[in-house]
């Protein structure tokens, strides 16, 4: 069994800053990617930032130069750290990751259950 853990979520200021984390445990052999999503209400999940096995990094235009992804393998923990936020960074955020869970098992990806970011005055 799989399990990805967000937390860090809350609400902040415009202009402030948040670091999300998101915790992997269970049967993991290996993880390639993992990655951030988010969702604002009325719209689709959208791509925040992925992150490979090695340490690329890929953003959209909406978040490059404010947002930071980066992993700890060790941990097997990815986090994104936030700054420069603007109300429309609002949503529920979601990690993923790609999880091989056995050396006999193929990669699945696994989804957290998600964690509320408000960015609000």
């Known amino acids: 069994q799989v399990r990805l853990v967000e937390s860090g979520g809350g609400l902040v200021q415009p202009g402030g800053s948040l670091r999300l984390s998101c915790a992997a445990s269970?049967?993991?052999?290996?993880?390639?990617?993992m990655g951030w999503y988010r969702q604002a209400p009325g719209k689709q999940r959208e791509l925040v930032a992925t992150i490979t096995s090695g340490g690329t990094t890929n953003y959209p235009d909406s978040v490059k130069g404010r947002f930071t992804i980066s992993r700890d393998n060790a941990k097997n923990t990815v986090y994104l750290q936030m700054n420069s936020l603007k109300p429309e960074d609002t949503a529920v955020y979601y990690c993923?990751?790609?999880?091989?869970?056995?050396?006999?098992?193929?990669?699945?990806?696994?989804w957290g259950q998600g964690t509320q970011v408000t960015v609000s005055s």
């Open positions: 993923n990751a790609d999880i091989q869970p056995s050396i006999i098992k193929y990669y699945n990806r696994y």
């Open positions: 269970g049967s993991i052999f290996s993880i390639n990617a």
